[in-house]
């Protein structure tokens, strides 16, 4: 049965802890010589498909590029005979997905024996938040995972997938997260990639705020994305009326702790979500983020081989 990486959450620790070793460990061998991985994308990204194809070269294999137009899952063709297509020709399928429930029906199609990867989904973004635990660890901690513990990191904004997958990383890392969202944007319970979950009594806390500035307090690193995410274009005015108050500025920086960083997974609306003062700050940490999206990848695609600490 093949491995599959879908969400943090279903992870084990070994198993997320192999992951993060893996992604700084040097390549001794090409685990994917001469070996294809697949890129589904439903949703556009540059960073993801970069990283991707990145990874997958320095691995010693090659990828093939499939657009939305070109796949219409679910309108051209279903996702089942989507996945039986790729088996035949690839290994590994790392797919930007509209809907999570994809994955489920692509293992079942393929009997697990295409290896899957979540690169988004409308529940989780797990490759995003593999990079930015590596992010927060190469700054704060040498890159040395397992000291995040003790952090206090918080998110403010809309609550996303980016948000629910992040939370689930460090909350299970010993790290203190803060979700700052009015109402209707915060964090509610799901069944899939679920920060409210209890990870036991080594997990970090987590704390829910109705305000930016409360989120914030004492926090060592400040986190957001876009307001109007992917498929939310139509609700533009009233997300940048809802959220005008979560905006992060240099105001809002001043409230989180000394020397606290920003985090952000791009695209960036510079003007709506974050400042061009803050994104562009010596603070700013968003361009190692994108940096450690290969090295994300590297982990994940090394540990979906078999290969251990």
């Known amino acids: 049965m093949s491995r599959h990486f879908l969400t943090i959450e279903e ?15 040097d390549v001794a061998w090409p685990p994917y010589h001469e070996e294809g991985v697949a890129l589904l994308f439903e949703r556009p990204s540059l960073r993801t498909r970069s990283a991707s194809i990145a990874a997958v070269h320095q691995l010693g294999g090659y990828c093939a590029m499939f657009g939305a137009d070109e796949i219409g899952l679910d309108v051209r063709e279903s996702a089942e005979d989507v996945a039986r ?10 797919c930007r997905v509209k809907n999570h429930e994809a994955f489920a029906r692509m293992r079942s199609a393929t009997d697990e024996s295409l290896r899957l990867v979540n690169l988004l989904s409308d529940q989780a973004h797990p490759t995003q938040a593999v990079a930015d635990v590596l992010t927060l660890a ?9 000291q995040l513990r003790g952090l206090r990191v918080a998110y403010v904004g809309d609550a996303t997938n980016v948000t629910r997958s992040l939370a689930v990383a460090l909350l299970r890392l010993g790290v203190d997260v803060s979700v700052g969202a009015p109402d209707g944007y915060q964090l509610t319970p799901t069944t899939i990639e679920s920060p409210l979950h209890d990870f ?14 409360e989120a914030v307090q004492d926090a060592d690193a400040v986190y957001t994305d876009a307001w109007v995410s992917m498929g939310f274009e139509e609700e533009t005015a009233k997300r940048r009326a809802d959220l005008s108050s979560f905006r992060v500025d240099e105001a809002l920086m001043k409230s989180a702790g000394k020397g606290a960083v920003l985090l952000h997974c791009l695209p960036a609306h510079r003007g709506d979500e974050i400042t061009d003062d803050v994104l562009d700050s010596e603070s700013s940490l968003v361009w190692r983020q994108v940096f450690h999206r290969r090295t994300a990848m590297l982990g994940v695609l090394r540990w979906l081989k078999g ?3």
Do not use: H, K, P, W
């Not at 992870?11 to 460990?25: E, G, M, V």
């Not at 190469?138 to 397992?146: H, I, L, N, T, W």
């Open 85 to 94: 297509t790729l088996v035949q020709s690839f290994s590994t399928a790392a």
């Open 11 to 25: 992870l084990s620790n070994l198993d997320l802890r192999t992951i993060y070793t893996l992604a700084l460990a």
């Open 138 to 146: 190469e700054y704060f901690c040498r890159g040395d995972v397992a």
């Open 307 to 309: 290969e251990e600490l």
């Open 200 to 213: 036991g009594a080594d997990a970090g806390t987590l704390s829910l705020f109705d305000s930016a500035n």
